[in-house]
């Protein structure tokens, strides 16, 4: 069973930077999209960016400009540049990947970022 393992997240003030990191705990053949979403206490989850296998990448509208998504195929891997944190950026932060191969997408368990003021 794939596992994707979230790190990076903390404890930031507004306006500062933080990189989130999502590893596999194996090499995923098949990848078609790779993905960030968040979790806020009381809301739904949203997606925050993507990129898909050819490097074409979308982003939510609170997050464009600030943040910057990255993905390596071949490691299996995906990031979340974050600059200029808002207090509204505060949420769980998961990462997805979606194998075509597998028919299937995979959660990771999710890293804590919280933004004060």
Same mark, same amino acid.
């Given at each position: 069973?794939?596992?994707? +393992?979230? !790190? *990076? *997240? #903390?404890?930031?003030?507004? #306006?500062? %930077?933080?990189?989130? %990191?999502?590893?596999?705990?194996?090499?995923?053949?098949?990848?078609?999209?790779? %993905? /960030?979403?968040?979790?806020?206490?009381? $809301?739904?989850?949203?997606?925050?960016?993507?990129?898909?296998?050819? #490097?074409? $990448?979308?982003? *939510?509208? !609170?997050?464009?400009?600030?943040?910057?998504? @990255?993905?390596?195929?071949?490691?299996? $891997? +995906?990031?979340?540049?974050?600059? @200029?944190?808002? +207090?509204?950026?505060?949420?769980?932060?998961?990462?997805?990947?979606? @194998? /075509? !191969?597998? *028919?299937?997408?995979? /959660?990771?368990? #999710?890293?804590?970022?919280? +933004?004060?003021?």
């Amino acid at each position: 069973q794939v596992e994707l +393992v979230e !790190s *990076g *997240g #903390g404890v930031v003030r507004a #306006g500062e %930077s933080l990189r989130l %990191s999502c590893a596999a705990s194996e090499v995923i053949v098949g990848i078609h999209m790779m %993905s /960030w979403h968040r979790q806020a206490p009381g $809301t739904e989850r949203d997606l925050v960016a993507s990129i898909t296998s050819g #490097g074409i $990448t979308n982003y *939510g509208d !609170s997050v464009k400009g600030r943040f910057t998504i @990255s993905g390596d195929i071949a490691k299996s $891997t +995906v990031t979340l540049q974050m600059n @200029s944190l808002k +207090v509204e950026d505060t949420a769980v932060y998961y990462c997805n990947i979606y @194998s /075509w !191969s597998h *028919g299937r997408g995979y /959660w990771g368990k #999710g890293t804590l970022v919280t +933004v004060s003021s």
